[in-house]
């Protein structure tokens, strides 16, 4: 079975900065993309932000581009999210996930357990 924990969420003010981890007991596969998603209180989980199989990144969205970035550790098993300029529209529970090409977030692709991440005003 492949497990991922993620670590590093916490209560922050705004403008903080904030970076998550990730550990994967194992890979899907040799080729896979990784990347996080997030979910806020009555709202959809989104994606947030990627790399892929390749080691290309996966567009973030408008309201997180140019203040969030995914990268991969040295360590395959391990990734990370750089939060910066943090506002309280960030809040919400952040999850990694790990799947086959092409199918981030899909069936099939496996999930961590989420880090709240909280921003105040």
């Known amino acids: 079975q492949v497990q991922l924990v993620e670590s590093g969420g916490g209560l922050v003010q705004a403008g903080d900065s904030l970076r998550l981890s990730c550990v994967a007991s194992g890979r899907t596969s040799n080729n896979y993309d990784m990347g996080w998603f997030r979910q806020a209180p009555g709202k959809e989980r989104e994606f947030v932000a990627g790399?892929?199989?390749?080691?290309?990144?996966?567009s973030s969205p408008d309201s997180v581009k140019g203040r969030f970035s995914a990268s991969r550790g040295s360590a395959k098993n391990t990734i990370y999210l750089q939060m910066n300029s943090l506002k309280p529209e960030d809040t919400a529970i952040y999850y990694c996930n790990v799947g086959p090409p092409r199918r981030l977030g899909y069936a099939g692709s496996y999930w961590g357990q989420g880090t709240q991440v909280t921003v105040s005003s």
């Open positions: 790399i892929n199989w390749a080691g290309g990144t996966i």
